[in-house]
């Protein structure tokens, strides 16, 4: 199954607990069918080293809805190529 969201993108939450939030995709994994947003589902993990830590946790692709599509260059744009006009 082919996913339409991709890194990059901007995405609402649609579904859960963080019903409502909306946020840039952090990391897709299309095999699982899952995706990190940006500020959605934080959670806390502890360690003896670093001490607290948060992180975003992953999704389902189902929960979130495209609100605006990944760019791949923002300031690459399409430019039409003049042809000349040829006489024999």
Do not use: C, F, W
Request: net charge positive; proline share 1%.
């Amino acid at each position: 199954m082919k996913l339409g969201i991709k890194k990059g993108a901007k995405v609402q939450v649609i579904s859960g607990a963080d019903k409502g939030r909306s946020g840039t995709v952090l990391e897709v994994d299309p095999s699982n069918l899952r995706l990190r947003v940006e500020g959605v589902r934080v959670q806390t993990k502890h360690s003896k080293q670093n001490g607290l830590s948060k992180a975003e946790g992953y999704i389902h692709y189902s929960n979130v809805k495209l609100t605006e599509a990944a760019t791949k260059g923002a300031s690459k744009k399409k430019t039409a190529k003049k042809t000349a006009n040829k006489t024999a």
